[in-house]
Nanobody
Framework: QVQLVESGGDLVQPGGSLRLSCAAS????????MAWYRQAPGKERELVAS???????NYVESVKDRFTVSRDNTENTVYLQMNSLEPEDTAVYYC??????????????WGQGTQVTVSS
């Protein structure tokens, strides 16, 4: 079985910073893509940022120049550095991993979510 465990969510003032972490554990060949999603109350879950195994990244427009996604392939961990946080960033942040379980099979896994609240 594969597990993704997030950490780092907290209450922070506008303009502040947080760093989220997501560690994958279990048995698998590789992690093809790791991504961060978020879901605010009353809204649909949206993709925030993703990073492929080769390091290519993708961001939703609203977080470009403020958030940075990175990964440590040796530790099977993905990070989301969030700077200049705004109240609109308040949401539960979820880690997602597209994981290669066998040579020909990839499976999508989700973490349990971590709450980020931006408020004064």
């Amino acid at each position: 079985q594969v597990q993704l465990v997030e950490s780092g969510g907290d209450l922070v003032q506008p303009g502040g910073s947080l760093r989220l972490s997501c560690a994958a554990s279990g048995t698998f060949f590789s992690i093809e893509v790791m991504a961060w999603y978020r879901q605010a109350p009353g809204k649909e879950r949206e993709l925030v940022a993703s990073i492929r195994r080769d390091g290519r990244t993708n961001y939703v427009e609203s977080v470009k120049d403020r958030f940075t996604v990175s990964r440590d392939n040796t530790e099977n961990t993905v990070y989301l550095q969030m700077n200049s946080l705004e109240p609109e960033d308040t949401a539960v942040y979820y880690c997602n991993g597209l994981i290669r379980r066998t040579y020909s099979t990839t499976v999508s896994y989700w973490g349990q979510g971590t709450q980020v609240t931006v408020s004064s």
